[in-house]
C-alpha cells in the first residue's frame, strides 16, 4: 500500500525556518516526482515546489523561491522541504504528493494532478 507520511510542522515565529519531510512506504521514490503542497483556510491548493525522480530538476512557486529548498534522499526514501524566513502567509497544511508519471517535468508539474497524497502537516507563522 502506497502511503506517504508528512511531518516537521509546527508553530514558528516570522523568518524562523522549519523542515518538512515526506516519508515513503509501500514503494520506492526513485522512480517518482513528488510535488509539495499547501492550503490555506478559505484558499485553493497551490502548488509550492516539485522535485524530479533523479533529484536534478526542482521547480518552486513564486511566492516560495528564494526562501524554500527542496532535495530528496532516495536510500531513505524521503523529500525534504527547507522552509527559511517563513512569512505568516506561509501559514497552511502542506502536503507532500508523489506521482511516477510526471513525464515531462516542467514547471507545469506544479500545477499536476499527483497520483498519491499524503495526510498534511500543519505549518503556522505568527508570533
Known amino acids: 500500500q502506497v502511503q506517504l507520511v508528512e511531518s516537521g510542522g509546527g508553530l514558528v515565529q516570522p523568518g524562523g525556518s522549519l523542515r518538512l519531510s515526506c516519508a515513503a512506504s509501500?514503494?520506492?521514490?526513485?522512480?517518482?516526482?513528488i510535488g509539495w503542497f499547501r492550503q490555506a483556510p478559505g484558499k485553493e491548493r497551490e502548488g509550492v515546489s516539485c522535485i524530479s525522480s533523479s533529484g536534478g530538476n526542482t521547480y518552486y512557486a513564486d511566492s516560495v523561491k528564494g526562501r524554500f529548498t527542496i532535495s530528496r534522499d532516495n536510500a531513505k526514501n524521503t523529500v525534504y522541504l527547507q522552509m527559511n524566513s517563513l512569512k505568516p502567509e506561509d501559514t497552511a497544511v502542506y502536503y507532500c504528493?508523489?506521482?511516477?508519471?510526471?513525464?515531462?517535468?516542467?514547471?507545469?508539474?506544479?500545477?499536476?494532478?499527483?497520483?498519491?497524497w499524503g495526510q498534511g502537516t500543519q505549518v503556522t507563522v505568527s508570533s
Open positions: 504528493a508523489a506521482d511516477e508519471s510526471m513525464s515531462p517535468f516542467t514547471i507545469a508539474t506544479l500545477y499536476a494532478d499527483f497520483g498519491s
Open positions: 509501500g514503494f520506492t521514490l526513485d522512480y517518482y516526482a
